[in-house]
């Protein structure tokens, strides 16, 4: 249910960003809020696909073991630079039409990079995932917060933002494991017999 929560919130950064981002009324976004609708794009569509997968990893809907494509490094890192690649050039966009074709790019490799990162996170290191989502969930709505000019978007998804990524500390912490081996899916050594 956590899990299915902070991807709703990150579907509805989604489409409040694509809305501004998109909209052709005047006066058109100022720079800041171009930049801030296109990551409140990215770190959205990221949140809902990395917590749906979780959700369903938590339903036992799918296989609970980290899941590594072969070659998945290099796959991450080549969705990751098409995401960089397609947010300059919807940043530097004049057209209408473009700017909604990359917007939708932008929004399925997102997806992508979401999913391509939670499925190689074990069913024993969900609530670390859960917990950075629930990070990633704030950071995408205080991003739309700018986007839109509403502070106290701003200053809520900002404080999430900050609590999921203390208790996302505190977690890890608590397992004596970092962020990174939980992301890379590495996952720790079985305890000898004594």
């Given at each position: 249910?956590v899990a299915?929560?902070?991807g709703?919130?990150?579907?509805a950064?989604v489409?409040?960003s ?6 052709m ?13 296109i ?8 949140t809902?696909?990395g917590s749906?997968i979780a ?7 799918i296989?609970?073991?980290p899941?590594?494509l ?12 098409g ?15 473009t ?9 399925l ?5 979401g999913a ?9 290191d969900?609530?670390v ?12 709505a205080a991003l ?6 509403n502070?106290?978007?701003i ?10 990524s203390?208790?996302t500390?505190v977690m890890?912490r ?8 939980v992301?890379?899916?590495i ?6 017999l004594?």
């Amino acid at each position: 249910m956590v899990a299915f929560q902070h991807g709703a919130g990150g579907i509805a950064a989604v489409l409040v960003s694509a809305v501004e981002l998109t909209r052709m009324a005047t006066p058109a976004l100022p720079p800041s809020g171009t930049v801030s609708a296109i990551l409140g794009l990215i770190i959205g569509a990221g949140t809902f696909s990395g917590s749906m997968i979780a959700g369903l990893k938590l339903a036992n809907r799918i296989r609970q073991t980290p899941t590594c494509l072969p070659g998945h490094n290099h796959v991450l890192l080549a969705v990751t630079g098409g995401i960089a690649m397609l947010a300059v050039v919807t940043c530097l966009a004049d057209d209408h039409n473009t700017l909604v074709a990359m917007a939708a790019l932008l929004i399925l490799t997102s997806i992508a990079l979401g999913a391509l990162m939670a499925i190689r996170i074990g069913g024993a290191d969900m609530p670390v995932l859960i917990s950075f989502l629930n990070a990633t969930a704030g950071l995408a709505a205080a991003l739309c917060g700018v986007a839109i000019g509403n502070r106290l978007l701003i200053a809520c998804g900002a404080a999430v933002a900050a609590s999921g990524s203390i208790l996302t500390h505190v977690m890890c912490r608590a397992m004596n494991r970092g962020l990174t081996t939980v992301f890379a899916g590495i996952q720790p050594p079985k305890a000898g017999l004594v």
